[in-house]
């Protein structure tokens, strides 16, 4: 990855003068910035993290409260303008909240994909995990939905959105310390650490995005 973000950084320092890239965050309240104030929410705090490797990207926060996979497909269509060149599609979390088929939720994000794929739009899917509440045979249908679909219609894929957030020495509860009351959400120190856990593959879509690749 480091590779990628020297390669991108020296194009675009190197007096390239490279087109805008617009990127669509399409999610839910982790997207849309639940709880925080807007310049703490995820996606200004990773516009700003973009900004300091100089690329040329503009953000587009595409989050809403409370949305599911089937939500997303809903407004996939509106979402993907002619002027968005990439997409970051971080959905299910309500899914999970709702017990919704594994199934459903697959059909729904595969439709997102492809709804990308017509608009000739760079994805990057992100993952996310079931708890154990609803049983190992959900846990194994759900988990397996993004590197499934990933890996099926050619996407970047970033394993988990709170990737960044660590789980210290095996304690859960370590992880507090980054969330918001509710448990839920991050509060504005977990998004910065989310953000630079997630930068890189941002980084890398912009990178696909540019070169026109879907």
């Known amino acids: 990855m480091r590779k990628i973000l020297v390669l991108i950084a020296a194009l675009w320092a190197g007096g390239v003068q490279a087109e805008e890239v617009v990127i669509a965050a399409l999610g839910d309240s982790l997207t849309q ?5 807007e310049a703490d929410g995820f996606v200004p705090q990773l516009q700003r993290w973009i900004d300091a490797q100089g690329a040329e ?7 809403v409260s409370g949305d599911t996979t089937a939500g997303g497909l809903s407004r996939a269509a509106w979402t993907l303008t002619p002027e ?4 970051i599609v971080a959905l299910g979390g309500n899914d999970l909240l709702r017990g919704v088929d594994p199934a459903v939720s697959r059909a729904n994000l595969d439709g997102i994909l492809a709804a990308a ?3 000739g739009v760079s994805v990057l899917l992100v993952g996310m995990q079931a708890p154990g509440n609803f049983g190992p045979a959900y846990k194994r249908a759900f988990d397996a939905i993004y590197p499934d679909l990933a890996a099926a219609r050619g996407t970047l894929y970033f394993p988990a959105f709170f990737q960044g957030l660590s789980v210290e020495g095996g304690d859960p509860a370590s992880v507090q310390q980054f969330m918001q009351p509710d448990g839920i959400h991050p509060n ?5 650490r989310i953000v630079d856990a997630m930068g890189p593959a941002v980084m890398e879509l912009a990178e696909k995005a540019a070169g026109g690749g879907a």
């Open 33 to 37: 910035g639940y709880g925080l104030a």
């Open 84 to 87: 968005v060149d990439g997409m």
């Open 188 to 192: 504005a120190e977990g998004v910065a």
């Open 57 to 63: 990207v503009r953000l587009i926060n595409a989050g």
């Open 117 to 119: 794929d017509d608009a």
